[in-house]
């Protein structure tokens, strides 16, 4: 196994290598890395690095969505002030139109 220092290294480079990424580009690499750690010849240091990067793009992933909740929101405001969340749920299902009334 690695040592601290490899170990620090690796969550360094892996932390650069997404800080800059869209939400496309996160979700993208995610799906590779689920086809990598599927792998039956993946070694444990490998698996580890994958599982990793993983964590970080998810994270990433979810400031993307965060952010946008937020523009969305301020998008939806009512006249009155109050948001319309009623417009656009926070569901998968009020997306695709099967929210129920």
Known sequence: MGTEKTKSRRKTQVQTETRKMTFEEALEDL???IIELERDDLTLDNALY???KG?????RCDTHLKN????IRELFKGENGEFVE???GMTLESFSGEDEE
């Open 68 to 71: 946008a909740q937020g523009r």
């Open 50 to 52: 994958f599982f990793e």
């Open 86 to 88: 009623k417009i656009l």
């Open 55 to 59: 964590i970080h793009l998810v994270r």
């Open 31 to 33: 799906e590779k890395i």
